[in-house]
């Protein structure tokens, strides 16, 4: 099973560049997150997704969007980069429709460079 | 503003020691605590989890002890391994949400 797939890896932007991050899960989960992670300041929620068809922010919205494609695909797109948003993004996804207790499954992160 | 405070920032212990890792928290709404352990270059992985309703829950070598009324909750590995070199995450939410809310992160070096 592949679980959660993000793509790409690695990439780097000049700023204002745009691009869009890929999250694709086969584990027929309801739930989709997008999380940051910066040294010092550990994961923080951008947006997530309970079901098809639905967005949330998390902590930290501003300077993205998303787009809940289907079941299986949650897309992070960054307008115009900036050098603030240099980090590695996670996606990640739960069985349930978000709610209490629920165990998330994470992708291995896409490492944004914004120069 | 950090809703969960983790410490120490990393933590080196010796193999056989144990290594002991605080979160603490401000929102009385948040019922759900797990931990998450991340390897390098990976993504986080649920380790353990608690809820507000018991003190301790023991899996293996990990233990959550949970202190409702000092709002404080953490981590123990008993007989730290070099394979448990990773870093660790504590996390909260509440009912009904699907906002989990995680520390600041800490790495863990346990030498041989």
């Known amino acids: 099973n592949a679980g959660v797939t993000q793509t790409p890896k690695f990439q780097v932007l000049k700023t204002g560049q745009s691009m869009t991050l890929q999250c694709a899960q086969d584990?027929?989960?309801?739930?989709m997150y997008w999380y940051r992670q910066d040294p010092g300041m550990g994961l923080r929620l951008i947006y997530y997704?309970?079901?098809?068809?639905?967005?949330d922010k998390g902590e930290v919205p501003n300077g993205y969007n998303v787009s809940r494609l289907n079941k299986r695909e949650f897309s992070l797109r960054l307008e115009s980069a900036a050098p603030s948003q240099t980090s590695v993004y996670f996606c990640?996804?739960?069985?349930?429709?978000?709610?209490?207790?629920?165990?998330?499954?994470f992708g291995s992160g896409t490492q944004l460079s914004v120069l | 503003q950090q809703q969960v405070k983790q410490s120490p920032q990393s933590l080196i212990v010796q193999k056989g020691g144990i290594s002991i890792i605080n979160c603490a928290y401000e929102?009385?709404?948040?019922?759900?605590f797990p931990w998450y352990q991340q390897f390098p270059g990976k993504g986080p992985a649920l380790l353990i989890a608690?809820?507000?309703?018991?003190s301790e829950k023991k899996e293996g070598r990990f233990t959550i002890s949970f202190n409702k009324s000092a709002k404080q909750f953490s981590l123990h590995i008993m007989d730290s391994q070099p394979g448990d070199s990773a870093t660790y995450f504590c996390?909260?939410?509440?009912?009904?949400?699907?906002?989990?809310?995680f520390g600041q992160g800490t790495t863990l070096q346990v030498k041989p």
């Open positions: 996390a909260a939410n509440t009912i009904n949400t699907g906002k989990l809310i």
């Open positions: 990640a996804s739960s069985e349930g429709t978000g709610g209490w207790g629920e165990k998330l499954f």
């Open positions: 997704s309970a079901s098809e068809g639905t967005t």
């Open positions: 608690i809820r507000p309703d018991v």
């Open positions: 929102n009385t709404a948040f019922d759900y």
């Open positions: 584990m027929n989960h309801n739930s």
